[in-house]
């Protein structure tokens, strides 16, 4: 069975530019997260699908946005990049939202210049 | 106040010592409480998972957990250089949000 699969691996874009990355779960998961990680913050959560519902959400601003698609890839949008969005972000899968372990992708690494 | 806290180390131990990880978490209402382990430049992985106070084993890893003292811990017994890691505790509170800590960097030396 293939694992999550994340693309792009590396992105370099500038301020205020927007940015989109993909997600594609573990066949039968259908429970998609996304988390932000950097040095100083480690792991943090923005947001949670399920379903195509957005079903938590994270301490992030509104230019953090995701979606999820029936077939429960997921994709996450930032707008107006700014220079401390700069991080690893990774993506995670479940089977649903009683199982409560998550398998990780190699998430995206991102720049902003 | 973070939601969960780790001592980001680095923490050396030689090879075939024991070395403890330890994590505090801040609500006290957290049921679920989990290890993960992340090589450089890779994602994290689960290893333990614990959700009722007292010892867990599994291998060389013991999870620890103590909830009225809202304090979870690992411990790798016999530790090898493949060990060598980031150790990421993360705990679940509220409906399905898992928070975590920034991390614990081990280095184990041959």
């Known amino acids: 069975k293939a694992g999550v699969t994340q693309t792009p691996r590396y992105l370099i874009k500038t301020r205020g530019q927007q940015v989109t990355l993909s997600c594609s779960p573990i066949s039968g998961h259908r429970s998609v997260s996304w988390y932000q990680q950097t040095p100083g913050q480690g792991l943090q959560f923005l947001f949670e699908y399920f379903s195509e519902t957005q079903r938590n959400k994270g301490n992030f601003p509104g230019r953090f946005s995701g979606r999820q698609f029936s077939n429960s890839r997921s994709e996450m949008n930032v707008s107006t990049l700014e220079l401390g969005d700069s991080a690893l972000y990774l993506c995670?899968?479940?089977?649903?939202?009683?199982?409560?372990?998550?398998?990780f992708g190699s998430g995206t690494q991102l720049s902003v210049l | 106040q973070k939601e969960v806290e780790q001592n980001s180390g680095p923490l050396s131990v030689p090879e075939g010592a024991i070395a403890s990880l330890n994590c505090t978490y801040s609500d006290r209402v957290s049921q679920s409480f989990f290890w993960y382990r992340q090589y450089s430049g890779k994602s994290p992985e689960l290893i333990m998972s614990i959700y009722s106070n007292g010892d867990k084993e599994d291998g060389r890893f013991t999870a620890q957990l103590n909830k009225a003292s809202q304090y979870v811990s690992l411990l790798i017994r016999d530790s090898q250089p493949s060990d060598s890691a980031t150790y990421l505790c993360?705990?679940?509170?509220?409906?399905?949000?898992?928070?975590f800590g920034t991390g614990t960097r081990l280095t184990v030396i041959p």
């Open positions: 993360a705990v679940k509170a509220g409906a399905n949000n898992l928070f």
């Open positions: 995670a899968s479940r089977t649903g939202q009683s199982n409560e372990k998550l398998f």
